[in-house]
């Protein structure tokens, strides 16, 4: 069986880890196994909090959405609900968006929300009272 000795492919394999690991601390950027060990780690984390990142931006927005909301009266889930009734097509980021830099805008859908709300106890209540 022929030697191989593997020079040119081994350097480029550690070349691009190296890239991968640069101004990594100590011995991580330095030295082949912590180079690897450091970097199948941080790709680990990354893979994980790409996914994460979704979850971490929507509790911000919910968050942002309740406080505003939460100015004019009304809960997130209430909010949320009267919006549904309006058939609005905004997402919890563009509304988390005009919460924080338009409250003027954020308000008016506030009231019309309230609106839709007093309408639906208005017409349960009369459903309530034709029923024996």
């Known amino acids: 069986m022929p030697r191989v000795k593997r020079g040119t492919v081994r350097r480029a394999t550690r070349k691009k880890l190296s890239k991968l690991t640069k101004g990594y601390f100590l011995t991580k950027s330095k030295l082949?196994?912590?180079?690897?060990?450091?970097?199948?780690?941080?790709?680990?984390?990354?893979?994980?909090?790409r996914r994460?990142?979704?979850?971490?931006?929507?509790?911000?927005?919910?968050?942002?959405?309740?406080?505003?909301?939460?100015?004019?009266?009304?809960?997130?889930?209430?909010?949320?609900?009267?919006?549904?009734?309006?058939?609005?097509?905004?997402?919890?980021?563009?509304?988390?968006?005009?919460?924080?830099?338009?409250?003027?805008?954020?308000?008016?859908?506030a009231e019309s929300v309230k609106k839709a709300l007093a309408l639906e106890a208005a017409d349960s209540e009369a459903r309530k009272a034709v029923q024996p």
């Open 32 to 49: 082949y196994r912590s180079m690897k060990e450091s970097a199948d780690r941080a790709g680990r984390f990354a893979y994980r909090d």
């Open 52 to 109: 994460r990142r979704k979850r971490d931006f929507r509790r911000l927005w919910i968050l942002r959405i309740n406080a505003a909301a939460r100015q004019h009266e009304l809960t997130y889930s209430q909010f949320m609900h009267g919006l549904k009734m309006l058939k609005s097509e905004l997402d919890r980021k563009s509304l988390a968006e005009i919460a924080v830099r338009d409250t003027a805008s954020f308000a008016a859908l």
